[in-house]
T-cell receptor
Framework: QKEVEQDPGPLSVPEGAIVSLNCTYS??????FMWYRQYSRKGPELLMY????GNKEDGRFTAQVDKSSKYISLFIRDSQPSDSATYLC????????????FGAGTRLFVKA | EAQVTQNPRYLITVTGKKLTVTCSQNMNHEYMSWYRQDPGLGLRQIYY???????DKGDVPEGYKVSRKEKRNFPLILESPSPNQTSLYFCASSKPGVLYNEQFFGPGTRLTVL
């Protein structure tokens, strides 16, 4: 079983829809939780990060962490065609060093 | 411009021929890392370095070596490449502290081992 599970999609939505992207994890040692966006043929870029359980909002993006359920989500409101990309969740555990574990990534298509 | 650079961007080689992929950052970051990205597996960490002369294994270190003699550079060495190392490789860097989580990625190196 992978430490971090993420549905690879693809997920296709119409412009303006609310998008929900999710990851589950199995290791309680994960401390930091991040969402990266990766456009085709580019390196990932950080969208949001959080340390604690709860919600964090940044513009059209909301990151949610539920440590008790080992579940994180990214919500995108009023989705735009420019949001079409692969979204990767990532987590850092500080047991045995600072290792970063990424989910497989969910490919999102937003249709105009 | 603040950036992470990787060279080469594309490389086709043959089994057993030693190669080095260079990574350099101009942001004075302490933390640097190498990942490989494969379809369906996402990004997997190969090695990381907390600072000069401090390196540690990630989750898939077999067949790779790294060195960190200068803060800005973190080369990835494949002593004897094999076809299962065909992949897309990313280098990343970040500051220490809470910003460990904000990693800046290079543009990627697509490696094919025949």
């Amino acid at each position: 079983q992978k430490e971090v599970e993420q549905d690879p999609g693809p997920l296709s939505v119409p412009e303006g829809a609310i998008v929900s992207l999710n990851c589950t994890y199995s290791n309680s040692a994960f401390q930091y939780f991040m969402w990266y966006r990766q456009y085709s043929r580019k390196g990932p870029e950080l969208l949001m990060y959080t340390y604690s359980s709860g919600n964090k909002e940044d513009g059209r993006f909301t990151a949610q962490v539920d440590k008790s359920s080992k579940y994180i989500s990214l919500f995108i409101r009023d989705s735009q065609p420019s949001d079409s990309a692969t979204y990767l969740c990532a987590m850092i555990r500080n047991t045995g060093g600072f290792k970063t574990i990424f989910g497989a990534g969910t490919r999102l298509f937003v249709k105009a | 411009e603040a950036q992470v650079t990787q060279n080469p961007r594309y490389l086709i080689t043959v089994t057993g021929k030693k190669l080095t992929v260079t990574c350099s950052q101009n942001m004075n970051h302490e933390y640097m890392s190498w990942y490989r990205q494969d379809p369906g597996l996402g990004l997997r960490q190969i090695y990381y370095s907390m600072n000069v002369e401090v390196t540690d294994k990630g989750d898939v270190p077999e067949g790779y070596k790294v060195s960190r003699k200068e803060k800005r550079n973190f080369p990835l060495i494949l002593e004897s490449p094999s076809p299962n190392q065909t992949s897309l490789y990313f280098c990343a860097s970040s500051k220490p502290g809470v910003l460990y989580n904000e990693q800046f990625f290079g543009p990627g190196t697509r490696l094919t081992v025949l």
